[in-house]
């Protein structure tokens, strides 16, 4: 089974190569405007805090932290992109096309969209910001915290990935309207580019459940910079847990329920209506 998924996972990165490196000038080209695009939203909120000095109780250098894990979880978040079509996917018959395919479904989904180094510029962006400012603030950087570092990084993004999974799962059951709403749920969930220290409990209490937006930089930076509680380090993994809970059993729900009734905007000419 390891293997099958492997090989897969090598095939689709074969692809991602092939289609990124296909001439010299293609290569230079999609770099550089990734870069670019990427960097903007980076720079974009790092000058603006830069000229007050800091945000609430954050220092820009921490700050810049934040931003850092932010980059490296989209970074990250790009490679798997299954999650985002899912609701399309589901309203446009193509989970029929994935079940007959020779594999699991779960691997299928997992495989089909793998682009290891789609946005290795901004991977390394978000890394070196990471290891710059960690230096810059001297952070008790020990391998207990590297731990909790890594697990916060991959809680983030399994966060995120069941949040739309989630989402994307209700299209088994109202086709047309969950591929509009899974869009403004990922819209709602966009990526945090300020502390939200200063909002209202209530506020912070929505943006790390229902819109876990705060737990895809925001909370897990908090506590690896020291400036939360000890217990706030283990939150977005406990909610990752939870979350990927919720969305599979969602997806198997849909799933038992589209065994009656297929696609609802599947035509016999094989074209969404």
Do not use: C
Request: charged fraction near 10%; charge should be positive.
């Amino acid at each position: 089974m390891a293997a099958d998924t492997l090989r897969l996972l090598a095939a689709s990165a074969r692809m991602n190569v092939i289609y990124i490196l296909g001439t010299r000038q293609q290569a230079a080209v999609g770099t550089i405007t990734d870069f670019i695009y990427h960097s903007g939203e980076f720079v974009a909120p790092l000058l603006v805090v830069s000229a007050f000095g800091h945000v609430g109780r954050w220092s820009l250098t921490q700050f810049a932290f934040m931003l850092g894990y932010a980059t490296t979880i989209a970074a990250l978040l790009d490679v798997f992109e299954g999650a985002w079509g899912l609701s399309q996917n589901i309203s446009q018959g193509e989970i029929d096309h994935f079940l007959l395919q020779p594999h699991p479904l779960w691997r299928t989904l997992f495989t089909e969209k793998f682009s290891p180094i789609w946005n290795w510029p901004v991977l390394i962006l978000g890394v070196v910001t990471l290891a710059y400012t960690t230096a810059v603030l001297r952070l008790p950087v020990s391998p207990a915290w590297l731990l909790l570092l890594v697990l916060n990084l991959l809680a983030s993004v399994v966060v995120k990935t069941s949040y739309m999974y989630a989402w994307g799962s209700l299209a088994f059951w109202a086709p047309r309207g969950a591929a509009d709403a899974s869009q403004v749920a990922a819209q709602l969930a966009g990526e945090v580019t300020m502390p939200l220290d200063t909002l209202p409990r209530a506020l912070r209490g929505v943006l790390v459940s229902a819109v876990p937006s705060g737990l895809f930089a925001w909370l897990p930076s908090r506590a690896l910079l020291g400036l939360g509680t000890p217990v706030e380090a283990w939150f977005t993994p406990l909610a990752a847990a939870g979350l990927s809970a919720l969305a599979v059993v969602l997806f198997r729900a849909g799933m038992r329920h589209y065994r009656q009734t297929g696609s609802r905007r599947y035509a016999g000419i094989g074209q969404s209506r």
